[in-house]
């Protein structure tokens, strides 16, 4: 069982670590690390275009971060992970889902849902985010 957690933990914290690079690159404007984040394939679902299979590739996921990156410019956010039960079957190694508040005056809250993949990169595995869903709650 402890081999079993530990394997666990040690993906939690390579998948939010993913989540927080994310949000802290979007803070820090810094596009192409940004878009290296995905891979190649990748696919953002959102609420803005209200296209139904999604944002997909690399050049279409850059311009919808590119306007990401503008809409977020001086946003406070906090992000909260929505927890998974390693125990009962709902944890998933490679999905991650952080609630985020953001605020400038207001407040706005998000669920930002990321599907993580494995690609191999000189020799070595490393997760890109395979798919992102953006919902905005309440």
């Known amino acids: 069982m402890d081999g079993m957690y530990n394997r666990i933990h040690a993906t939690m914290l390579v998948n939010r670590s993913i989540v927080y690079e994310y949000f802290r690159l979007i803070k820090n404007n810094d596009i192409n690390r940004l878009q290296y984040l995905f891979a190649d ?10 296209i139904h299979r999604g944002l997909q590739g690399r050049t279409t996921i850059r311009a919808f971060l590119e306007v990401a990156l503008m809409a977020n410019d001086g946003l406070q956010h906090q992000i909260r992970f929505e927890r998974s039960d390693k125990y009962n079957n709902s944890y998933n190694d490679n999905q991650i889902t952080a ?3 953001f ?4 407040s706005l ?8 993949s494995e690609e191999n990169y000189n020799s070595q595995k490393m997760k890109k985010i ?5 919902q905005f709650i309440e």
């Open 103 to 106: 605020a400038k005056g207001g």
């Open 130 to 134: 395979q798919s992102l869903h953006i």
């Open 99 to 101: 609630l985020v508040t």
């Open 41 to 50: 394939d990748a696919t953002i679902f959102e609420p803005f275009s209200k």
């Open 109 to 116: 809250k998000a669920k930002f849902t990321f599907e993580l």
